[in-house]
């Protein structure tokens, strides 16, 4: 098998997974009425979110920078992972503090998608990039659980803002094409990773796409899931440990 028609093949099964990740969350759409596993979905989304920001993202961040300006000092990467916390916490402080801004809360949800499309081109760059066989393998791999968390994370991210199914679907579909476009640019435009700005800009949008995980994850999970019993929130905990444990185990790899 040729390393090009392996990277089709990777592209489509990466394409296939996403969207089977996100068919539950967005056929059972969240309700007034308490949903539980939607309630512990969202919960392993938001361990997924934190991971992925101090596992993955954050470290990749930092590694950039210190490759790119081996002479700065200055914590560059966590200087925009806080940028990234800020710029959400002040959207939901705004649609507190301003009543007439009604609408200010739902512009989190299309930033974290908007995020996530971002990261998956970036992620399906790195593979198209890649030379050798066995690399791209393992790389495929790591994307495949990315992909499939992430996309299960993002739809009941939309599931509990007001944005409508056919929205949904539409940006979940986005998201999904995003890795096998991001496949095809690096396949075909590999030397332009090479160049120190694409490095430097890559760095920083890891690092404030970490600082925004990190808000989902904590401040806005807390907001979102106040509980009357002791038991739920013990069980919501277990799952966000869980999809936090997922990115961890992934992180021994990638």
């Not at 296939?16 to 969202?42: M, N």
């Not at 199914?165 to 640019?185: A, W």
């Not at 907001?223 to 966000?240: D, K, P, S, T």
């Amino acid at each position: 098998m040729s390393l090009l028609f392996y990277k089709i093949i990777a592209g489509i099964l990466i394409l296939i997974t996403s969207l089977v990740a996100a068919i539950y969350p967005i056929k059972v759409r969240a309700r007034p009425q308490h949903r539980p596993i939607l309630e512990l979905g969202d919960a392993f989304a938001s361990g997924i979110f934190l991971g992925a920001a101090l596992f993955h993202m954050l470290p990749d961040a930092v590694s950039g920078f210190a490759n790119t300006l081996p002479d700065a000092h200055y914590p560059v990467a966590e200087f925009f992972c806080a940028c990234g916390f800020l710029v959400l916490l002040f959207l939901e402080r705004l649609a507190q503090c301003v009543p007439q801004i009604k609408d200010a809360k739902q512009v989190m949800p299309y930033m974290v998608a908007l995020i996530l499309i971002i990261h998956s081109l970036i992620e399906g760059g790195v593979l198209g990039i890649n030379a050798t066989m066995a690399t791209a393998f393992v790389i495929f791999v790591a994307i495949l659980a990315h992909k499939s968390s992430e996309s299960f994370a993002l739809a009941v991210v939309l599931n509990r803002s007001q944005v409508t199914t056919k929205k949904s679907i539409l940006i979940v579909g986005v998201f999904s094409l995003m890795t096998p476009i991001g496949i095809l640019l690096g396949t075909t435009m590999a030397s332009l990773l090479q160049y120190k700005a694409g490095q430097l800009w890559t760095a920083g949008f890891n690092a404030f796409a970490a600082g925004t995980f990190l808000y989902m994850s904590t401040l806005h999970h807390i907001n979102h899931h106040e509980r009357m019993h002791e038991a739920e929130n013990l069980r919501e905990f277990l799952f966000l440990f869980i999809g936090l444990v997922v990115m961890a185990l992934l992180a021994m790899w990638v």
